[in-house]
């Protein structure tokens, strides 16, 4: 499927579905595929991101991923105070990456349009960009300080991995660009590369403790993955915020898109993906299936101790680790933002 037709029939869904809430506003694209243009080729382990806005003060659960006519769509639901203070959105470094461009499928008040407009032209300033950058590192900083040994195993990991794999967002929002998921390293390393820092890369990716493991041991994990991806599908009912990225429909990303990215010699950017989604599969399995939790867990556990992070003191000392680090990754986003900087000048 090409990239246009995926966009007509996320425009069919926003008109048979989404203008039947009667506080619609209106819709603009998010994600990964911005970049592409109509004619390019839809990657196969993709999804169309949407925003839907409405005209509520209350927030709403995103509808998550799900399939229309084929298509692999995520949509999330904004509520216009969310977005209506422009300088609210531009401090926002998800917000401001998607409205940094035209991106909006349907806006039939014009508020959408006007927004964007603003964002557009004080996204790439300076103080904006500095702004959103020490946000994200506030984000990483909390993250990596607040690791509750009370937690089970699995949700300890989650809340490592995660303020760790933001410090890929660090370098890809200094270079304004949009902050994506699964994908992260790769995207940073690509931009390190582009920057001429390249030799900072491997410091960041030694934190998930993967640079030991081969492409053959890394797609063992995900054979043994979607064992467990498929039994948390099956079994989830808790309505856990990250419940839509664990479904059949989300399969293709999870368990193909990983596979893809180590057959592509990518394997040890797959990793963040394939620890957090075992992270994740497990948090849904012992809520709603504890005996397949229990009777899986030995697998988690062996790839987290070949990750170096099988117990909370481990976890706090690759997260003392991440935190040691960032004064010097603070540096290689700054001289970032210097380079992009002298090129508009």
């Known amino acids: 499927m090409h990239t246009g037709q995926a966009r007509m029939i996320v425009k069919e869904w926003i008109h048979d579905y989404g203008k039947k809430n009667q506080t619609y506003i209106g819709a603009y694209y998010s994600g990964s ?70 991106t909006i499928i349907d806006d039939p008040s014009g508020r959408l349009v006007r927004l964007q407009d603003q964002v557009e032209k004080l996204f790439p300033k300076r103080e904006w960009v500095e702004l959103r950058c020490h946000k994200v590192r506030d984000r990483i900083e909390a993250g990596l300080q607040h690791i509750d ?95 839509s990225d664990i479904t059949p429909e989300a399969r293709v990303i999870a368990i193909e898109g990983s596979r893809s990215m180590i057959h592509q010699g990518n394997h040890h950017e797959a990793m963040f993906w394939i620890i957090a989604t075992y992270a994740r599969c497990h948090t849904i399995l012992a809520a709603d299936a504890p005996d397949i939790h229990q009777r899986l867990f030995s697998d988690f556990e062996e790839m987290l101790r070949h990750l170096g992070v099988s117990s909370h003191e481990a976890l706090k000392k690759r997260a003392d680790e991440g935190l040691q680090l960032l004064p010097e990754l603070w540096a290689v986003t700054e001289k970032i933002i210097q380079a992009n900087e002298c090129q508009m000048s």
Request: aromatic letters at 8%; proline letters at 7%; charged letters at 25%.
């Open 149 to 243: 040994p009370e937690r089970p195993l699995h949700e300890q990991v989650t809340a490592w991995v995660f303020p760790t794999g933001i410090m890929c967002h660090l370098i890809l929002v200094a270079n304004k660009q949009n902050p994506t998921v699964r994908k992260r390293y790769l995207a940073a390393r690509e931009v390190l590369s582009a920057h001429g820092l390249q030799d900072f890369y491997p410091k960041l990716l030694a934190l998930l403790g993967c640079t030991h493991l081969s492409p053959s041991q890394i797609e063992r994990y995900v054979d043994r993955l979607e064992q467990l991806f498929d039994a948390a599908a099956n079994a989830s009912v808790t309505p856990f915020l990250f419940r």
């Open 33 to 102: 595929t911005l970049h592409l243009s109509d004619e390019d080729p839809l990657p196969p382990h993709s999804d169309m991101d949407v925003m839907l806005v409405i005209d509520d003060s209350e927030p709403r659960e995103k509808l998550g991923k799900f399939r229309y006519k084929d298509l692999l769509m995520e949509v999330t639901i904004l509520t216009w105070p969310e977005l209506e203070s422009v300088e609210g959105v531009l401090a926002s470094y998800h917000l401001a990456s998607s409205l940094r461009v035209n």
